[in-house]
C-alpha cells in the first residue's frame, strides 16, 4: 500500500468512527465526507471500496446492531427506532428485516438468554450484523494464512 492509499484510510477512518460514535443524530454523506476531507461522491466511492458497503450502508447496520441491543433489553420496537436515530419505521423495519432475517417484534419476542449470559465484549462481536467483508478484512485474512 501507498503512502497516498494509508493516508486515504486515515482520512476513511475518520469518517467510519464519526459514524460509529454519532449513529443516533442525523447524519448525510456530505457531513460524512467533510469529516474525510473529500468531496461525497469520491468519499462514497472510497468508503466503498474500503469497506466493502455504502457509508449510508454502514450507518445503518450500526444503527440496527444498537437497536438489537435494546429489543434485546425489552425497549419496544418504536421506541428503538427513534433511540437509534431512525425517523421512519418502516423503513426502519424493512431494513432491520433485510440486515438482521427477521422482524424487529419477531426478534424483540425470541428468547435471547445466552447473548445475555456472555460477556458484553463477546455479546458484541456475536450478535454485530455483518454485511459484506471489506477489503480490509479481506488482506487481513489473507495476510494471516
Same mark, same amino acid.
Given at each position: ?5 494509508l493516508e486515504?484510510?486515515a482520512y476513511?477512518?475518520r469518517?467510519k468512527d464519526?459514524?460509529d460514535?454519532? #449513529?443516533? @443524530?442525523?447524519?448525510?454523506?456530505p457531513? +460524512?465526507?467533510? @469529516?474525510a476531507l473529500m468531496s461525497? !461522491? ?8 474500503a469497506?466493502g ?14 437497536a438489537?441491543?435494546l429489543l434485546?433489553?425489552g425497549m419496544?420496537v418504536?421506541d428503538?427506532c427513534?433511540?437509534?436515530g431512525c ?14 432475517g427477521?422482524t424487529p417484534t419477531? #426478534?424483540?419476542?425470541?428468547e435471547h438468554?445466552a447473548?445475555k !449470559? +456472555?460477556p458484553?465484549?463477546v !455479546? @458484541?462481536?456475536q ?5 459484506n @467483508?471489506?477489503?480490509?478484512?479481506e488482506a487481513?485474512?489473507?495476510?494471516a494464512?
Amino acid at each position: 500500500m501507498s503512502p497516498a492509499d494509508l493516508e486515504t484510510l486515515a482520512y476513511l477512518r475518520r469518517a467510519k468512527d464519526l459514524i460509529d460514535r454519532e #449513529y443516533a @443524530k442525523p447524519l448525510d454523506v456530505p457531513t +460524512m465526507a467533510q @469529516k474525510a476531507l473529500m468531496s461525497p !461522491a469520491h468519499f462514497s466511492r472510497q468508503f466503498r471500496a474500503a469497506y466493502g458497503e455504502t457509508p449510508y450502508s454502514y450507518l445503518m447496520t450500526r444503527r440496527i446492531e444498537r437497536a438489537m441491543s435494546l429489543l434485546r433489553d425489552g425497549m419496544s420496537v418504536t421506541d428503538a427506532c427513534m433511540a437509534v436515530g431512525c425517523t421512519s419505521l418502516g423503513s426502519f423495519s424493512s431494513r432491520f428485516a433485510e440486515v438482521v432475517g427477521e422482524t424487529p417484534t419477531a #426478534y424483540r419476542s425470541r428468547e435471547h438468554t445466552a447473548v445475555k !449470559a +456472555m460477556p458484553p465484549c463477546v !455479546a @458484541k462481536v456475536q450478535t454485530r450484523p455483518v454485511r459484506n @467483508k471489506s477489503r480490509i478484512e479481506e488482506a487481513t485474512a489473507e495476510a494471516a494464512t
